[in-house]
């Protein structure tokens, strides 16, 4: 399919293409160009001079583990139970039928990150998923990193069961324990391939297993934090084993932009909409985005879904905006910057050839970041998923 006749945010070092085309073959960019295409097949969409760019991405919600309009029956972000889940995977509960997956497709959020936690120090697995499919598996980008979380969350939860974490330094301490663990499982599991006849494997351990490939840096470890020294102690239990980590929601970020900047750890900003609910929160300013930003920090921002729903992605960009971020470094908050952090940006967050072809239209005049637009065409992998408004 080729759309043309349109001006194209990239969203990558190309920039901006005033007049330009873009054509989609299998589910994939083949080409994107400038001015008019030699040739124009029948099913060809004219863009009509609208903005075409990059399906948005949220780069931390509970999209689909806590469903919209049901209570505990249809919450399986939080296993409770123990504080220290790291083989939890929000891909076992999500549920695609979930009627908030058409509201974000309809505002053109084409990708989501759906985490467990955050009432654990160690909540589990994040995946990636694409925002339409019956099939969690088929929607599956990636499998990205595992959830951790400080600061009042566990402190709450395990205090009120008169259970370790109720501090602190207790939560801390919890994930250095696990850590610990893993990696001396993964020492051992190494003993034992290099000299099968010496050593003996260590014992099964689920929550070992699935924190290696943390330890590997081939998964990003992803913080829950508001307060400025949450975020310094996620800093510091990342420096102890060598993580790539990354900061979600990160209230008080812009307290430490400068720190964040020289240890180049990402920050996923939001909810920003919303009120100071609990103490860790009293911190919250629109301008964390752009001081984040300004200082070099790379950012994206998010909705936090259920806090805020999915749908008002791009009207927290356009609150950063107001809190000072730039207007094109917002859409890039949406687009190539959580991708990014997510991993997936070989695949999605900015229209070249050979990514998905997950894509929004915009009529002419309309800014995609505003709470009255809405965009006119929606494809994931090459598949019409909206289409209103187009000859």
């Not at 084409?110 to 099939?135: D, F, L, Q, V």
């Not at 924190?211 to 998964?219: S, T």
């Amino acid at each position: 399919m080729l759309i043309y006749n349109a001006k194209i945010l990239t969203m990558d070092s190309v920039g901006t293409i005033e007049n330009g085309w873009l054509e989609t073959n299998s589910g994939s960019i083949s080409a994107v160009g400038e001015g008019e295409p030699a040739d124009i097949p029948a099913d060809s969409i004219n863009a009509g001079g609208g903005t075409l760019l990059p399906g948005f991405i949220d780069a931390h919600t509970h999209l689909g583990i806590i469903e919209d309009g049901i209570d505990f029956e249809g919450d399986d972000c939080n296993e409770s139970t123990d504080p220290f889940t790291p083989q939890m995977r929000a891909v076992d509960g999500i549920n695609p039928f979930d009627r908030c997956f058409e509201e974000a497709r309809a505002r053109g959020i084409t990708a989501a990150a759906s985490c467990p936690g955050s009432a654990n120090a160690c909540g589990g697995e994040i995946c990636a998923i694409k925002t339409a499919g019956r099939r969690v598996d088929d929607m599956l980008i990636k499998n990205c990193g595992i959830k951790f979380a400080l600061g009042e969350n566990p402190k709450r939860v395990y205090n009120d069961k008169g259970e370790t974490p109720v501090t602190r330094m207790a939560t801390a301490a919890v994930i250095r324990e696990g850590l610990y663990k893993a990696r001396r499982y993964a020492h051992d599991m190494d003993s034992y391939y290099s000299d099968n006849e010496n050593y003996e494997p260590p014992e099964y351990d689920i929550k070992c297993e699935a924190l290696m490939p943390l330890l590997d840096r081939k998964q990003k470890a992803f913080f829950h934090c508001h307060r400025a020294d949450d975020i310094c102690t996620a800093i510091r239990i990342s420096k102890e084993f060598s993580l790539e980590a990354v900061i979600i929601h990160g209230t008080e970020g812009y307290k430490i932009a400068d720190i964040l900047s020289d240890e180049k750890i990402p920050v996923i900003c939001g909810p920003l909409i919303c009120d100071r609910c609990k103490p860790e929160m009293k911190g919250l300013e629109l301008k964390n985005a752009a001081v984040l930003s300004e200082n070099g920090v790379k950012t994206a921002v998010c909705t936090d879904h259920t806090v805020i729903p999915i749908q008002y992605l791009p009207l927290s960009a356009q609150a950063a905006v107001k809190g000072g971020l730039d207007r094109e470094t917002a859409l890039k908050c949406l687009t190539i910057a959580p991708a990014e952090i997510l991993g997936i940006d070989d695949s999605v967050g900015s229209l070249a050839a050979g990514k998905d072809a997950d894509i929004q239209l915009y009529k002419k005049g309309d800014d995609p970041l505003a709470l009255m637009s809405e965009p006119i065409l929606v494809m994931i992998d090459g598949k019409i998923i909206r289409r209103e408004g187009l000859l």
